[in-house]
């Protein structure tokens, strides 16, 4: 089977998601799309300083400056120091055929999509919202690895959201992409408990090594045409959330650091 993978140029993530795809013989991983999250950043810094908070963005930009270092040293004599810490780093270390792309929808990237006749394009850890027709281009269309037992916690930051609202368990929901947010039909889910008090980056890395663990077994069954049947979603209203407040994620910290 053919595929290609679309996540954030920044993203850390979905750096065991991309491994994992390298190290699979059944798949052919084709190319790799990183949508420009810094170009996003730039236009509009006001709006990512809202949604994210001055704490995170502060810590992005960190983390950007150390990513900067191992892209310079990765293409250069120095690459065999390198640990790769995100999914362009580990790209660029493999060799791996990839791309930049500041909207995956655009005419020229559609027609490039459709060029290498894939037969899946595989998301997680991605702004870039894709219309129905890029969805649809791949023979099998578009799989999203969601980091929540959906139809709980749609929307950008639900490991967030499992945490501040006190979850048992948490998960990943592998799910057939429609146009519609976080709303396509859920073929497999994964589940663990929460052990201790995991921050919300702990437990990201947790949930999307979980997703890698399973990843080939899921594709192998969406190749040979045995996709699992869809989840039946009953979902109350109000399940999607957004990006949180700047009190919801001191009230997060703060109770964080009263059990610690």
């Given at each position: 089977?053919?595929?290609?993978?679309?996540?954030?140029?920044?993203?850390?993530?979905?750096?065991?998601?991309?491994?994992?795809?390298?190290?699979?013989?059944?798949?052919?991983?084709?190319?790799?799309?990183?949508?420009?999250?810094?170009?996003?950043?730039?236009?509009?810094?006001?709006?990512?300083?809202?949604?994210?908070?001055?704490?995170?963005?502060?810590?992005?930009?960190?983390?950007?400056?150390?990513?900067?270092?191992?892209?310079?040293?990765?293409?250069?004599?120095?690459?065999?120091?390198?640990?790769?810490?995100?999914?362009?780093?580990?790209?660029?270390?493999?060799?791996?055929?990839?791309?930049?792309?500041?909207?995956?929808?655009?005419?020229?990237?559609?027609?490039?999509?459709?060029?290498?006749?894939?037969?899946?394009?595989?998301?997680?850890?991605?702004?870039?919202i894709l219309r129905?027709?890029?969805?649809?281009?791949?023979?099998?269309?578009?799989?999203?690895?969601?980091?929540?037992?959906?139809?709980?916690?749609?929307?950008?930051?639900?490991?967030?959201?499992?945490?501040?609202?006190?979850?048992?368990?948490?998960?990943?929901?592998?799910?057939?992409?429609?146009?519609?947010?976080?709303?396509?039909?859920?073929?497999?889910?994964?589940?663990?408990?929460?052990?201790?008090?995991?921050?919300?980056?702990?437990?990201s890395r947790q949930?999307?090594?979980?997703?890698?663990?399973?990843?080939?077994?899921?594709?192998?069954?969406?190749?040979?045409?045995?996709?699992?049947?869809?989840?039946?979603?009953?979902s109350p209203p109000?399940?999607?959330?957004?990006?949180?407040?700047?009190?919801?994620?001191?009230?997060?910290?703060?109770?964080?650091?009263?059990?610690?």
């Amino acid at each position: 089977m053919k595929v290609a993978f679309l996540t954030n140029l920044t993203a850390q993530d979905s750096l065991p998601i991309l491994r994992r795809l390298g190290e699979l013989a059944e798949q052919t991983l084709d190319h790799v799309y990183f949508y420009d999250t810094l170009a996003e950043a730039k236009k509009s810094p006001l709006k990512i300083l809202r949604e994210f908070g001055l704490r995170r963005v502060v810590g992005k930009l960190w983390s950007s400056l150390g990513s900067r270092i191992r892209l310079w040293m990765l293409k250069s004599p120095l690459r065999r120091f390198v640990q790769p810490q995100s999914a362009l780093e580990w790209a660029i270390a493999q060799g791996m055929s990839y791309s930049v792309v500041n909207d995956l929808n655009g005419p020229k990237q559609l027609q490039e999509l459709a060029d290498r006749n894939l037969d899946l394009l595989l998301v997680c850890v991605c702004k870039n919202i894709l219309r129905t027709q890029t969805i649809e281009t791949p023979k099998l269309g578009t799989l999203n690895i969601h980091p929540s037992l959906l139809p709980k916690y749609r929307g950008p930051m639900p490991v967030f959201w499992t945490l501040y609202y006190g979850e048992k368990t948490a998960g990943v929901s592998f799910q057939k992409m429609i146009a519609k947010i976080d709303a396509g039909p859920v073929l497999v889910q994964y589940e663990i408990p929460i052990a201790g008090h995991p921050t919300e980056a702990e437990l990201s890395r947790q949930l999307f090594q979980l997703a890698a663990e399973h990843l080939g077994e899921v594709l192998q069954q969406i190749a040979v045409g045995n996709a699992p049947n869809p989840i039946r979603d009953d979902s109350p209203p109000g399940s999607y959330y957004s990006f949180p407040s700047a009190q919801q994620q001191a009230e997060l910290r703060a109770r964080q650091k009263n059990v610690q």
